[in-house]
């Protein structure tokens, strides 16, 4: 189970971290290594992508093609819940079995939940090792608070989830475009 818990959180911190390690890349020659992960449904998704795209399901589209050809991993669900509801339910089953995805996202309380049941291990090594640089800097921007979040007993659980503030900036640009406008009415 340790080796497990081990490879599924190499494999996240690789897949999360930086499509441009091209150590990975070679090694992705032989077979691939399978990788789980767990979702919810996302109609949008299915409606405007899957349905153009003929065969594509969550297991197999142009994005998991491209994950196992650069990445060597192949990519499957252990659920696509039909409801935020369900999955929270799947998830904390999954927990209490003891057979979490490779990969999963995860609030404060959902990890607190992992790091209690001995569900994950320490990932500052394998960030330190292959995060990319441009994801270091994004994460060190954001703060030590950033860290914190998903550290139990000075020990780094998981890879934080970083807002890039693309909302902010879109919201900046609508506001001088707003203004912009105001300008012209008023003089």
Same mark, same amino acid.
């Given at each position: 189970m340790k080796k497990r818990k081990m490879m599924a959180l190499l494999t996240a911190a690789a897949v999360m971290c930086s499509l441009a390690v091209p150590a990975l890349a070679d090694e992705a020659e032989?077979?691939?290594?399978?990788?789980? +992960?767990?979702?919810?449904?996302?109609?949008?998704? =299915?409606? !405007?992508? +899957?349905?153009?795209?003929?065969?594509?399901?969550? =297991?197999? !589209?142009?994005w998991t093609d491209l994950i196992a050809e650069k990445l060597g991993y192949e990519v499957s669900y252990l659920w696509v819940a039909s409801s935020s509801e369900i999955a929270t339910q799947k998830f904390n089953a999954a927990v209490a079995s003891g057979t979490i995805p490779d990969v999963v996202c995860v609030n404060k309380q959902d990890l607190k939940q992992l790091v209690d049941g001995d569900l994950v291990v320490d990932m500052a090594p394998y960030f330190e090792e292959y995060a990319s640089d441009y994801l270091k800097s994004l994460i060190e921007a954001a703060?030590?608070?950033?860290?914190?979040?998903?550290?139990?007993?000075?020990?780094?659980?998981?890879?934080?989830?970083?807002?890039?503030?693309?909302?902010?900036?879109?919201?900046?640009?609508?506001?001088?475009?707003?203004?912009?406008?105001?300008w012209k009415k008023a003089f």
């Amino acid at each position: 189970m340790k080796k497990r818990k081990m490879m599924a959180l190499l494999t996240a911190a690789a897949v999360m971290c930086s499509l441009a390690v091209p150590a990975l890349a070679d090694e992705a020659e032989g077979d691939l290594i399978p990788i789980t +992960f767990c979702g919810t449904a996302d109609p949008l998704v =299915e409606a !405007n992508v +899957f349905a153009n795209m003929e065969g594509a399901t969550y =297991e197999k !589209n142009i994005w998991t093609d491209l994950i196992a050809e650069k990445l060597g991993y192949e990519v499957s669900y252990l659920w696509v819940a039909s409801s935020s509801e369900i999955a929270t339910q799947k998830f904390n089953a999954a927990v209490a079995s003891g057979t979490i995805p490779d990969v999963v996202c995860v609030n404060k309380q959902d990890l607190k939940q992992l790091v209690d049941g001995d569900l994950v291990v320490d990932m500052a090594p394998y960030f330190e090792e292959y995060a990319s640089d441009y994801l270091k800097s994004l994460i060190e921007a954001a703060g030590e608070a950033c860290i914190n979040a998903c550290t139990y007993n000075g020990v780094q659980y998981g890879i934080p989830y970083v807002d890039c503030d693309l909302r902010r900036k879109i919201h900046r640009l609508n506001f001088w475009k707003d203004m912009r406008f105001f300008w012209k009415k008023a003089f």
